[in-house]
């Protein structure tokens, strides 16, 4: 059956630290593969897309890695800050624009 | 980056009413808009498509007739909850692709909590 993990629902870092997020998949092939995060209450913000043939893409103190022979993908926020602090979501892009998610990991970032 | 706005951010019905939810996009076209439903530490779940000018597509499980979606123009998709019961409460959430140089994309509403009594 198709699935998408993410690493644990939460995870706990210090700040200044690199907080590491796991994404994986199975019986799905996915043209490109995008991050998300979302604030309590609110609808989740675009933060980067990578396609299927791209193996990293970094924007500011985020980078993407995508393994498609592993069916994974990392997501790492280096420098982190307490304002980091949210839900991460992974989202497999598949045909005609449709997205299917991944039920997010929660970081909080303590100071 | 493009901009999605939904209305109501917040709406309280009584069971057996409907509710009409706006999805607008603000500075570009919009042929498909998305409509999910999120429920409390879930992630979100594809409702339907919504395609300017045709019908939705709806996915598996999700009744039509229940909940009825009309996108009349590229830059609006309305999502109605008929005869909505305390269950439909939820976090709905539309989005629209947009794709600038090939960077497909969806940019989400800030989404329409809903409560049913």
């Known amino acids: 059956s198709q699935k998408i993990e993410q690493n644990s629902e939460a995870l706990n870092i210090q700040e200044g630290k690199t907080a590491t997020l796991t994404c994986n998949y199975t019986?799905?092939?996915?043209?490109?593969l995008q991050w998300y995060r979302q604030d309590p209450g609110r609808g989740p913000v675009f933060l980067l897309l990578?396609?299927?043939?791209?193996k990293e893409k970094r924007k500011e103190r985020l980078k993407v890695t995508f393994d498609t022979t592993l069916k994974q993908s990392l997501f790492h926020i280096t420098a982190s800050q307490p304002a980091d602090s949210a839900t991460y979501l992974c989202?497999?892009?598949?045909?005609?624009?449709?997205?299917?998610f991944g039920d997010g990991t929660t970081l909080t970032v303590k100071p | 980056g493009a901009v999605v706005s939904q209305h109501p951010s917040r709406v309280i019905c009584k069971s057996g009413t409907s509710v009409k939810i706006e999805c607008r996009s603000l500075?570009?076209?919009?042929?498909?808009m998305f409509w999910y439903r999120q429920f409390p530490k879930q992630s979100l779940m594809l409702m339907a498509t919504?395609?300017?000018?045709?019908?939705?597509?709806?996915e598996q499980g999700v009744e039509k007739d229940k909940f009825l979606i009309n996108h009349a123009s590229l830059t609006l998709s309305t999502l109605t909850v008929t005869s909505a019961h305390p269950e439909d409460s939820s976090f709905y959430i539309c989005?629209?692709?947009?794709?600038?140089?090939?960077?497909?994309?969806?940019?989400f509403g800030p989404g329409t909590r809903l409560l049913v009594l």
């Open positions: 500075d570009f076209q919009a042929t498909t």
């Open positions: 989005s629209a692709f947009y794709h600038p140089s090939g960077q497909e994309t969806q940019y």
């Open positions: 990578i396609r299927e043939n791209e």
């Open positions: 989202a497999l892009g598949l045909d005609a624009g449709k997205s299917t």
């Open positions: 019986n799905y092939s996915p043209a490109y």
């Open positions: 919504s395609n300017e000018g045709s019908k939705a597509t709806y």
